[in-house]
């Protein structure tokens, strides 16, 4: 199924009991689609959410509003049901606002372009968390529930470890040239994997953030610029060369492209609810909605004629050779900000629903 969105999209995210998929687009746009498997998308909300660019989108309460951020340094809370305005928090960070992800269900993170990431607690109805811990824009977050911990990707080339009870950064990786763009939690809690602008995959053991115990370079020199986890062993990708991959962790290999969303970079990829449709965004302005069944159709079949291999980390690290490329700037340009201080103690306070 196709979408053609009419503008460059920045974020996509599923309802999490409903068969709604939502868009953040590069004119302030939030769109809203009804999806089956029998028939064609039908939009069914649009909102101009924000006088810049949507650039983070995710469904919060249950599904019963939309949380949008801006290079406008704002968040929205949208209703679904009626595109209303629910609460606006004009100044939530002092630069654009990147990144969004749900914690637990009363709280949610964000991320901006100049490396601060603040968490929200709505029962609190305030800011309680806030770590300036990056350099540059926060590319993607993370959110190890056991240990109440965020993990933060960043194109100053670092993964951030927040210690959300102690409200203090725990870990921080060393610096390297590569952007890390995205990252996902494999095996357990194991290991943390990272992907970068030139393309390698780097992977750290937990507990052990100071420098990665393996590097993955199949995909080098382009950019893998999002991961999405499809299980414990086996995540998604998806590339600027337009093709999204079926990767597997400890052994390391790419076990087959399962589609080819455009020519163009993969902007952004998501799961329904169900895990029945794979969604993605890409820089031709066109939403894809893949039926997971077919997708992995050869996947197992592949699996079975591939070697068993011990799953341990190797001693030895590959060799990077390619030289970095130029920082990644479509979403980035004109972030910075002056920061006007604000109060966010009313934000949430419109946001709690019963039951």
């Known amino acids: 199924m196709e979408i053609n969105l009419g503008q460059l999209a920045f974020d996509i995210d599923f309802h999490p009991s409903q068969q709604l998929v939502t868009t953040g687009l590069i004119n302030g746009d939030l769109h809203l689609y009804r999806y089956t498997s029998d028939s064609v998308p039908e939009r069914v909300l649009q909102v101009h959410a924000h006088s810049e660019s949507c650039r ?49 269900e009363s709280t949610v993170a964000s991320g901006d372009d100049e490396g601060c990431i603040k968490v929200w607690d709505t029962r ?45 950064v725990q870990a921080q990786s060393e610096f390297s040239e590569e952007e890390l763009l995205s990252v996902v939690i494999m095996k357990n809690g194991r290991k943390v994997v990272c992907s970068s602008h030139i393309g390698n995959l780097l ?77 993605s965004i890409a820089h031709d302005q066109m939403l894809k909605l893949w039926d997971m069944d077919d997708l992995l159709q050869g996947s197992t079949k592949t699996l079975k004629h591939q070697a ?4 341990s980390d190797s001693d030895e690290m590959d060799m990077d050779n390619n030289p970095p490329k130029s920082k990644k700037g479509t979403k980035r340009k004109n972030a910075s900000k002056a920061h006007v201080s604000g109060s966010s103690n009313n934000f949430f306070a419109d946001l709690q629903m019963d039951g």
Request: charged letters at 20%; a negative charge; one cysteine or more.
């Open 203 to 279: 992977l750290y053991s937990w507990g052990c953030f100071n420098d990665c115990s393996d590097r993955f370079v199949d995909f080098s020199p382009n950019s893998v610029d999002v991961l999405l986890k499809l299980d414990e062993d086996r995540l998604i990708t998806g590339s600027e060369t337009g093709l999204i991959s079926l990767v597997g962790i400890l052994p390391n290999r790419v076990i087959q492209p399962i589609a080819e969303h455009s020519e163009y970079p993969v902007e952004g990829l998501a799961f329904s609810h169900d895990k029945k449709f794979l969604g």
């Open 56 to 104: 983070a989108a995710r469904f919060i309460n249950n599904g019963h509003a939309i949380l949008t951020g801006s290079p406008d340094c704002s968040i929205l809370a949208t209703d679904v049901e009626t595109g209303a305005a629910i609460a606006r928090l004009e100044d939530a960070h002092g630069g654009a606002v990147n990144k969004l992800i749900n914690l637990t």
């Open 308 to 311: 068993a291999v011990e799953d």
């Open 124 to 168: 609190q109805q305030s800011c309680c968390n806030s770590f300036k811990v990056h350099e540059e824009y926060i590319s993607d977050m993370t959110f190890a529930a056991d240990s109440m911990k965020i993990l933060g990707t960043s194109g100053d080339g670092t993964l951030s470890v927040c210690n959300l009870r102690r409200n203090k």
